[in-house]
Each structure stands twice: as structure tokens, then as C-alpha cells.
């Protein structure tokens, strides 16, 4: 699993461009002789927006008229493992389907999702693919299972205007932002002197502040012999929040709000979209964020793009690592060449592969001129595709629309490009349910300043590994 290193995320950041382009492809006939049928788990569900069900109407109109026997079957799924695991081996899943990038691994390794190497070769864009997706999506037999959707790259948000209140400007008029998880601490508590707002707004409701803990342990270094779960040499997944790393990264949560102070008072009851507005009308300075929602605090809450910033995660003791997650597409496991076939022309209509027309560039023009006018950040974005052409024409546009000071960005897209930070996949098995259990902790450490971190974590280990092995360990 641990084979998703570096640059992974951040490249999946083009995938979220191509999500909203438009349908481009010419509509005459290219294959009259492909014949099957395919099942689409991608289909808007039937509460999603008009627009976009009718969005998905015209792409499966196109499908008609260049492939007029191919049958698209219209089959929401909302993806779980636990349910998609008896869907997969008894022949019911759907022949495209979204999981998170925490189960392709598991998925190949259990033979439970379909081969698209030769679709992929035959559409002509395997040789297209970044080697950083074939690390990913590929099994141990090089073969590929695969293609992304979207993606992101936590980071570290910044509300310029109270950093510059607390004082902490560098004489560039750069906010001195935190590279350690040390300096999150003492930069938060200065700010709070200062200001009297949060130095960090942490979501600590559901399954978020689970999510987040799980990327600051990992700077602490739970990850490799010390990771939050593992599997065993009998193949059985085993939790593991008793670590000596996993203990000292609770304490230093349960320090960010008795020690230092930093926090926002409704942590327990905040969520995400809650963290974002936080920042973004000045009730915090930092917020645990990723590059796929600089909208968020920026357009949606006011605040100016001259007053945001975007840096690395914070380093910890045991180096410094972000969470790369995101969605891609995978197969059902009985998928025939015919159906490979067809759902390359699906993905290729939705405008998934590294194709070019002018339509296609000005369905780009229009996405970047849009996040302009409406006040969020226009970031570079560094392509999910090896073609040269596709990637000139995307940063072409990048660069017309550009509306903020790079300087408040360039050290987050450096510290990948450079490998100065190791991005890091979701935990591989449960993961929703460990953030689950990891939240509860958390909020019990922030709301009961005597709490006993260790005994709090192993009734959470307890409960987890309860869990694996009613849903996983007995497969």
C-alpha cells in the first residue's frame, strides 16, 4: 500500500478540472458493431441537482448515436466495502463504480475488480498514464484496474489577516506560517493572545476530527511497524492506537487545548464545510485543509484571495506527511473486452482521458474564468497524463485566469513536486469507521482535561478491531 508516495495526490488535482467539462465529442456514429451492455454505478442519484442528472442525460445521448448498440444502464451505487465485496463475488456489481483511493489495493489483491489494461492500450492512452497512477492503480502482475477521478493534498490554511494582526508577517508581508506541529501549537497560542480568535479551528464532529488526527499520528510516526492498522502474517487486519506514537499524538491533541489553548470552543459539534467558514470570516487563523477546497473560505465565505494562503502540513517527530485521497474509477471483475471497450468511450465522453479539441479547451476556459469571477483561487495543476499537448493547453489557461500571489502557494505544490513531504494514502480497510473511533477520542481528550489518553485509545482499539473482525477478518 505504502507504494502511493509522493506526487500522487496533487497530480490527481486535474482530475477535478475534467469533472466539469462539458460533453464535446462529435455525435456521429463510430462503432456500430460494438454490442453490450454496461451497467453505470456513477449515475447521479435520483436527489443530486437537475442539472446534473441532465448533464448525465446528454452524455448517454451522445453514447447512442456514436455507439448505437452499446446499452448504458443508468445503476447509482454508492460504494462501501462491506457492500461491495458480496456484490463483487457473486456477479451483481456495477460495471463502473467510485471507491475512495483507500481500497484499489485491497480490491486487486482480492481479485475483486476488472483488468482495463488492454481498453486502456486499445483507447491509446495507456502510454499516457503518470507512473505515479500505475503505482496506484496497478497489481503486483502489472496490469491496470483503474482510472482517477478526483483528488486532493492536505495542507495547512492560512487567514493572512489575522497572522498579520498577531504579528507574525515576515518582512516579504508573508505570513510566518507553522512547518512543524510545534510551531502550530506556539504560533496558535500567540495568535489567540493577540487576537482573542482560534489559532486552529479543528472539526472535531462524526468522523472528521478522526480523519485529521489520523495525519497528524502519522507525523508522529505511526505509519510502517507503528501504523494505526496493519495486516499480520496470517493476512488478518490487526488496529494498533496503543503505540507509543499513537499515544504521544494524542497527548499533543489533548495539549492544543488545555496546554496551548488554540482551539475553537465548538470543536465537537464543527464540521467541515463549519472549519472553512471559520477561517474564511476571521473567527480562526489555520484549518487542516487541502487544495481542492481553496473555494471554500475564499469565494463561498468572503474572504479575499489576497488574504489566504495555502502551505505544507506541519512536520512532526517523525517527519513530515500528507494525506492523498481522492476518488477513482474501477470495474467489476467480470467485465468482458466488448464492455472494457464500451466504457473507455463512456469515460472518454465524459471527458476522463487526455483528449483534446477546442471544445474541450473551452470547457477549461469557462471552469477557470468561473472560479475567478466568483472569488476563489486559479492554482496550477499538475497533470494525471504524460501528454505534453494536453498539459500545455491546460496550464495556458491556468495562466490566463491566474488570480493570486503564488507566493502564498508555492511552497505547498514545491514540497511535492520536490519530496520534501511524503503523501500518504487513507488507512487501507474501514477507514470511515477508524476516524469514527479516533473521533471519539479526540473529543473526549478536548472536553475532560484530566482524561487518560492511553486507556481512552485501547476501548477504541477494542471497539475497532471488534469491528474488523466482524466485517473483514472473517472473509
Same mark, same amino acid.
Given at each position: 500500500?505504502?507504494?502511493?508516495?509522493?506526487?500522487?495526490?496533487?497530480?490527481?488535482?486535474?482530475?477535478? =478540472?475534467? $469533472?466539469?467539462? /462539458?460533453?464535446?465529442?462529435?455525435?456521429?456514429?463510430?462503432?456500430?458493431?460494438?454490442?453490450?451492455?454496461?451497467?453505470?454505478?456513477?449515475?447521479?442519484?435520483? @436527489?443530486?441537482? #437537475?442539472?446534473?442528472?441532465?448533464?448525465?442525460? !446528454?452524455?448517454?445521448?451522445?453514447?447512442?448515436?456514436?455507439?448505437?448498440?452499446?446499452?448504458?444502464?443508468?445503476?447509482?451505487?454508492?460504494?462501501?466495502?462491506?457492500?461491495?465485496?458480496?456484490?463483487?463475488?457473486?456477479?451483481?456489481?456495477?460495471?463502473?463504480? %467510485?471507491? /475512495?483511493?483507500?481500497?484499489?489495493?485491497?480490491?486487486?489483491? %482480492?481479485?475483486?475488480? !476488472?483488468?482495463?489494461?488492454?481498453?486502456?492500450?486499445?483507447?491509446?492512452?495507456?502510454?499516457? &498514464?503518470? /507512473?505515479?497512477?500505475?503505482?496506484?492503480?496497478?497489481?503486483? *502482475?502489472?496490469?491496470?484496474?483503474? =482510472?482517477?477521478?478526483?483528488?486532493?493534498?492536505?495542507?495547512?490554511?492560512?487567514?493572512?489577516?489575522?497572522?498579520?494582526?498577531?504579528?507574525?508577517?515576515?518582512?516579504?508581508?508573508?505570513?510566518?506560517?507553522?512547518?512543524?506541529?510545534?510551531?502550530?501549537?506556539?504560533? !496558535?497560542?500567540?495568535?489567540?493572545?493577540?487576537?482573542?480568535?482560534?489559532?486552529?479551528? &479543528?472539526?472535531? $464532529?462524526?468522523?472528521?476530527?478522526?480523519?485529521?488526527?489520523?495525519?497528524?499520528?502519522?507525523?508522529?510516526?505511526?505509519?510502517?511497524?507503528?501504523?494505526?492498522?496493519? %495486516?499480520?502474517?496470517?493476512?488478518?487486519?490487526?488496529?494498533?492506537?496503543?503505540? /507509543?506514537?499513537?499515544?504521544?499524538?494524542?497527548?499533543?491533541? +489533548?495539549?492544543?487545548?488545555?496546554?496551548?489553548?488554540?482551539?475553537?470552543?465548538?470543536? @465537537?459539534?464543527?464540521?467541515?464545510?463549519?472549519?472553512?467558514?471559520? =477561517?474564511?470570516?476571521?473567527?480562526?487563523?489555520?484549518? &487542516?485543509?487541502?487544495?481542492?477546497?481553496? *473555494? #471554500?473560505?475564499?469565494?463561498?465565505?468572503?474572504?479575499?484571495?489576497?488574504?489566504?494562503?495555502?502551505?505544507?502540513?506541519?512536520?512532526?517527530?517523525?517527519? +513530515?506527511?500528507?494525506?492523498?485521497?481522492?476518488?477513482?474509477?474501477?470495474?467489476?471483475?467480470?467485465?468482458?473486452?466488448?464492455?472494457?471497450?464500451?466504457?473507455?468511450?463512456?469515460?472518454?465522453?465524459?471527458?476522463?482521458?487526455?483528449?483534446?479539441?477546442?471544445?474541450?479547451?473551452? !470547457?477549461?476556459?469557462? *471552469?477557470?474564468?468561473?472560479?475567478?469571477?466568483?472569488?476563489?483561487?486559479? =492554482?496550477?495543476?499538475?497533470?494525471?497524463?504524460?501528454?505534453?499537448?494536453?498539459?500545455?493547453?491546460? %496550464?495556458?489557461?491556468? *495562466?490566463?485566469?491566474?488570480?493570486?500571489?503564488?507566493?502564498?502557494?508555492?511552497?505547498?505544490?514545491?514540497?511535492?513536486?520536490?519530496?520534501?513531504?511524503?503523501?500518504?494514502?487513507?488507512?487501507?480497510?474501514?477507514?470511515?469507521?477508524?476516524?469514527?473511533?479516533? @473521533? $471519539?477520542?479526540? #473529543?473526549?481528550?478536548? @472536553?475532560?482535561?484530566?482524561?487518560?489518553?492511553?486507556?481512552?485509545?485501547?476501548?477504541?482499539?477494542?471497539? &475497532?478491531?471488534?469491528?474488523?473482525?466482524?466485517?473483514?477478518?472473517?472473509?
Amino acid at each position: 500500500m505504502n507504494r502511493f508516495v509522493k506526487l500522487v495526490s496533487l497530480l490527481l488535482a486535474a482530475a477535478l =478540472l475534467l $469533472s466539469a467539462l /462539458p460533453c464535446t465529442l462529435a455525435e456521429e456514429v463510430i462503432d456500430a458493431d460494438l454490442n453490450c451492455t454496461i451497467t453505470l454505478g456513477n449515475w447521479p442519484a435520483d @436527489t443530486a441537482p #437537475q442539472a446534473e442528472k441532465d448533464l448525465f442525460l !446528454g452524455y448517454q445521448a451522445t453514447m447512442a448515436k456514436q455507439y448505437p448498440n452499446v446499452t448504458l444502464v443508468p445503476d447509482y451505487y454508492s460504494y462501501t466495502l462491506s457492500s461491495y465485496v458480496p456484490m463483487a463475488k457473486g456477479g451483481t456489481a456495477p460495471s463502473i463504480f %467510485q471507491p /475512495p483511493f483507500t481500497d484499489p489495493q485491497l480490491l486487486i489483491s %482480492q481479485h475483486l475488480v !476488472g483488468d482495463v489494461t488492454e481498453a486502456l492500450q486499445n483507447a491509446g492512452v495507456l502510454d499516457k &498514464f503518470s /507512473p505515479s497512477y500505475v503505482e496506484m492503480l496497478a497489481g503486483d *502482475d502489472g496490469r491496470i484496474y483503474g =482510472l482517477p477521478r478526483d483528488g486532493y493534498v492536505l495542507g495547512l490554511h492560512i487567514n493572512i489577516d489575522l497572522f498579520r494582526e498577531a504579528g507574525l508577517m515576515t518582512e516579504e508581508g508573508l505570513p510566518m506560517y507553522p512547518t512543524t506541529l510545534q510551531e502550530l501549537a506556539e504560533y !496558535g497560542q500567540i495568535i489567540r493572545e493577540k487576537t482573542g480568535k482560534a489559532g486552529l479551528v &479543528f472539526p472535531a $464532529s462524526e468522523t472528521y476530527g478522526g480523519w485529521l488526527f489520523t495525519n497528524i499520528a502519522w507525523n508522529f510516526g505511526c505509519v510502517g511497524e507503528s501504523a494505526l492498522e496493519y %495486516q499480520d502474517e496470517d493476512g488478518r487486519w490487526v488496529c494498533n492506537f496503543t503505540s /507509543p506514537e499513537c499515544i504521544a499524538a494524542m497527548e499533543y491533541m +489533548r495539549d492544543l487545548r488545555w496546554k496551548y489553548d488554540i482551539l475553537n470552543a465548538d470543536a @465537537t459539534t464543527s464540521d467541515w464545510a463549519s472549519s472553512h467558514t471559520s =477561517l474564511g470570516t476571521g473567527e480562526a487563523a489555520m484549518n &487542516f485543509g487541502a487544495d481542492d477546497c481553496v *473555494d #471554500q473560505p475564499t469565494a463561498n465565505k468572503g474572504l479575499p484571495v489576497d488574504s489566504f494562503a495555502l502551505v505544507p502540513f506541519p512536520a512532526g517527530p517523525a517527519g +513530515r506527511y500528507a494525506l492523498a485521497g481522492g476518488t477513482c474509477y474501477m470495474f467489476a471483475p467480470n467485465i468482458t473486452a466488448d464492455q472494457g471497450t464500451a466504457l473507455m468511450a463512456y469515460l472518454k465522453v465524459l471527458g476522463k482521458l487526455p483528449f483534446l479539441d477546442d471544445a474541450i479547451v473551452a !470547457g477549461m476556459r469557462a *471552469d477557470y474564468a468561473a472560479k475567478r469571477d466568483r472569488g476563489a483561487p486559479v =492554482l496550477p495543476a499538475i497533470s494525471a497524463w504524460n501528454d505534453e499537448d494536453y498539459n500545455a493547453a491546460k %496550464q495556458a489557461v491556468i *495562466d490566463e485566469f491566474c488570480n493570486v500571489d503564488m507566493r502564498l502557494y508555492n511552497d505547498f505544490f514545491d514540497s511535492i513536486s520536490e519530496g520534501t513531504i511524503t503523501l500518504k494514502s487513507e488507512e487501507p480497510v474501514f477507514a470511515q469507521q477508524l476516524y469514527r473511533e479516533l @473521533t $471519539s477520542v479526540v #473529543q473526549r481528550m478536548i @472536553t475532560r482535561e484530566g482524561a487518560d489518553v492511553e486507556k481512552a485509545l485501547r476501548k477504541a482499539e477494542e471497539s &475497532f478491531q471488534e469491528y474488523l473482525d466482524d466485517e473483514i477478518n472473517d472473509y
